[in-house]
Nanobody, 121 residues
Framework: QVQLVESGGGLVQAGGSLSLSCAAS???????VAWFRQAPGKEREFVAG???????NYADSVKGRFTISRDNAKNTVYLQMNRMQPEDTAVYYC????????????????WGQGTQVTVSS
């Protein structure tokens, strides 16, 4: 079993940046990792994912603004968020699964508790 803890959320103005971290209790190298987010009244959506080999995958809404990366030695995955917009406001979750990155949240096995990100206009 893997325990995930997100950190780094907070309040930022539109156009600003935040960096989220997802720290794992186990060896993260064995998993692919994805970030999802859920805004009030909306379904949880895929944001970005990173494979075991470092390949990345982004939702169109964040491509070019967000960067996902991983440090297997630290068992941590990061999400650097730049040029943030109010529509990025959501609770952000990291999740892991075996195999490859997919965009369907129900296919992920372990989840963090989430971290709130709020972007003011």
């Amino acid at each position: 079993q893997v325990q995930l803890v997100e950190s780094g959320g907070g309040l930022v103005q539109a156009g600003g940046s935040l960096s989220l971290s997802c720290a794992a209790s186990g060896r993260l190298i064995n998993y692919v990792v994805a970030w999802f987010r859920q805004a009030p009244g909306k379904e949880r959506e895929f944001v970005a994912g990173i494979g075991k080999n470092g390949n990345t995958n982004y939702a169109d809404s964040v491509k070019g603004r967000f960067t996902i990366s991983r440090d297997n030695a630290k068992n941590t995955v990061y999400l650097q968020m730049n040029r943030m917009q109010p529509e990025d406001t959501a609770v952000y979750y990291c999740a892991v699964r075996q195999g490859f990155v997919i965009r369907t949240d129900r296919e992920y096995d372990y989840w963090g508790q989430g971290t709130q990100v709020t972007v003011s206009s």
